[in-house]
């Protein structure tokens, strides 16, 4: 009898054993399931950068093997999001398509000049100085461009001329505002010379053609019909009449710097600044002031645009 509480003491053992195995069992269950639950959170946690991932490595390789006619549908079909708009050009709104071979000759000749100037340059014909001229398109607007390349016609004689002191005449709209910016600078300027007709031009450009040849007369005047002068609205501005020191010295005075600061808002610009003498094709006159009204003159100051070409090569026939 002895063996009956030895056998029943072996199964205790190997019952115990067997709880122990389950206990064992059921520890590594749980083990698994808290790793699962951890790792399935931290999918949760890096799922959008999975998923961001996975569509931008997608997007490449169904439109490479995507017909081109076929790229569209197939987008739209897997949901992608709409591509980016088309970044527009900044001169798409002044492109002639008119003037497309000009415009690549002048880049092709200017490298360094941003493709925005190139189209707003040759728009004002800038790119050809006295070739292929071309009658302005608005001599009796304020806006009017004159240059090089634009001319007004023999003819054109403003009906709106005043005197704005000793028989100096500007247009009307010009001359107040002339006279208004002369009282608030509350310094001595004189207007020495304004409106100028064609005959009058005509006759200063042969004169000095005849004695210095033609190189110096265009480098000193307008050719008859090329002159600001002749609009009404260009005004020569100095101390006095006669500046024994020249009319270059009106830049060292503070007439000139009072006017570098405060003549657009009376819609005057120096129409011939410094460093811009290829574009303007003249030399740099601190004398010369140009009325294009206070809205068009505030633009240019705005935007920092140095010339009329650039300005009226960008917005003078598209309106402001
Ligand atoms: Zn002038």
């Known amino acids: ?9 072996n199964r205790l053992e190997a019952r115990q054993a067997h709880i122990a195995k389950q206990k064992a069992r059921i ?13 399935g959170l931290l999918f949760l946690l ?3 950068h999975v998923n961001k991932t996975k569509q931008s490595a997608v997007i490449p390789e169904t ?22 708009p088309k970044p527009e050009n900044k001169w798409d709104s002044y492109y002639k398509a008119a003037n497309e071979a000009r415009y690549q000759a002048y880049a ?63 247009r009307k709209e010009a001359a107040a505002k002339y006279l208004e910016m002369k009282d608030a600078m509350g310094m001595k300027i ?19 053609k005849n004695e210095f040849g033609l190189a110096v007369a265009d480098r000193e005047f307008a050719r008859p019909g090329f002159s600001e002068h002749q609009t009404g609205l260009a005004v020569d501005i100095l101390q006095a009449h006669f500046d ?11 007439q000139y710097a009072w006017l570098t600061e405060h003549a657009y808002e009376y819609g005057f610009i120096q129409r011939y600044r410094d460093g811009f003498n290829d574009i303007t094709g003249y030399i740099t006159e ?9 809205e068009a003159a505030t633009k240019m100051k705005t935007e920092g645009i140095a010339t009329y070409e650039e300005y009226y090569g960008k917005y003078g026939e598209t309106g402001l």
């Open 244 to 254: 024994p020191q020249g009319k270059a010295h009106f830049e060292n005075t503070k």
């Open 63 to 84: 439109t490479s093997t995507v017909d081109p006619l076929q790229q569209d549908t197939s987008t739209t079909q897997t949901a992608q999001p709409d591509p980016a």
């Open 190 to 208: 004189v207007a020495d010379s304004t409106y100028r007709s064609y005959a009058e031009q005509k006759y200063a450009y042969n004169k000095c």
């Open 108 to 170: 092709s000749e200017n490298p360094e000049t941003p493709y925005e100037l190139v189209v707003a340059f040759v728009n004002a014909g800038v790119d050809q100085m006295y070739i292929n001229t071309e009658p302005t398109k608005n001599q009796s607007d304020i806006s009017v461009l004159a240059n090089k390349h634009y001319y007004l016609d023999e003819s054109y004689v403003p009906s709106d001329l005043v005197d704005v002191g000793g028989g100096a005449k500007l």
């Open 46 to 48: 890096l799922s959008p």
């Open 27 to 39: 520890t590594w269950v749980v083990i698994g399931f808290v790793v699962l639950l951890g790792a």
């Open 1 to 9: 009898m002895s063996s009956q509480p030895q056998e029943r003491r």
């Open 286 to 294: 601190p004398w010369h002031w140009r009325y294009i009204g206070v």
